[in-house]
């Protein structure tokens, strides 16, 4: 089964349009606002084979929030198979969401040309696991109506995702989920976390004081007493064409801390936001 992240989640709610003109100032390249069939709607960017997603829904909409506290809040693995994986889940104890995978689509425009009907099927792990978030699974029917080469070019050189952090009271309790549907294999523990690779990705499970010392920021821009994600790191190109970027686009408050330059939440979203 895989080990690798197809996708996160920012949740925005019911604020769309200022999410995407944060993003684009971010230096980010998103699609045209794109509406599932299930009600919600997101702006992507996409990257080499994952990308970031914003969603919410459209006023028309307003009952179909996600029901999770606005900011990151979904952490999305690859399955070629939802099936397979579904099943696989279950003989590991993993508690999933309903009763099988869910399909869904989104219809998908470039240049107002309707190319067809992007489709997925995703299986969901037991809400009480995740506090204040989702982790999920997503088969792609339709992977060429999702990476295109014209929303993979960004102005701040994205590449890829590279880390997804979690504030956890527990470190080592909070990563047993993906330990029990993946196994510990990945999973390597350092004085104020839990790291777990997939792939590429870094997904990490800190406590208060390491997500500010991941980030080099102030404790008191980390929520206290909850546990959900909170930190996005973003590869790229590099850290002098990101930076020049962000002071172009009026960004303010990004800050050097090591290999990383950091936003800060009020800046993304309520997301801490890093280039690496």
């Not at 895989?2 to 230096?27: F, M």
């Not at 889940?89 to 869904?104: K, S």
């Amino acid at each position: 089964m895989t080990e690798r992240v197809d996708h996160v989640v920012i949740h925005v709610e019911d604020q769309l349009d200022q999410a995407a003109e944060q993003y684009a100032k971010l230096g980010f390249t998103l699609t045209a606002r794109g509406h599932h069939s299930k009600g919600t709607s997101n702006h992507l960017a996409i990257f080499g084979d994952d990308y970031l997603e914003l969603l919410g829904v459209e006023p028309r909409n307003a009952g179909l929030r996600w029901g999770h506290p606005a900011g990151l809040a979904g952490l999305v693995f690859k399955t070629p198979d939802a099936d397979q994986t579904w099943q696989r889940l279950r003989q590991r104890d993993v508690p999933l969401e309903g009763e099988a995978p869910q399909a869904f689509h989104r219809p998908v425009e470039v240049d107002g040309v309707a190319l067809g009907d992007a489709r997925f099927r995703t299986l969901r792990i037991a809400a009480d696991r995740i506090p204040n978030g989702r982790v999920f699974f997503c088969e792609h029917g339709t992977p060429e109506l999702v990476w295109r080469s014209q929303w993979q070019n960004h102005p701040n050189g994205a590449r890829g995702l590279a880390e997804y952090v979690y504030l956890a009271l527990d470190p080592d309790a909070a990563c047993g989920i993906l330990a029990q549907a993946f196994g510990r294999g990945d999973i390597s523990r350092h004085a104020q976390g839990v790291r777990f690779q997939a792939g590429p990705v870094a997904i990490r499970y800190l406590t208060r004081d390491g997500v500010a010392a991941h980030y080099g920021i102030d404790p008191d821009q980390v929520p206290q007493g909850i546990e959900r994600a909170v930190g996005l790191t973003i590869k790229v190109e590099s850290l002098d064409l990101a930076e020049q970027v962000l002071a172009a686009n009026a960004v303010t408050g990004a800050r050097r801390h090591g290999d990383k330059l950091v936003v800060t939440p009020d800046q993304a979203n309520g997301v801490i936001l890093a280039f690496t």
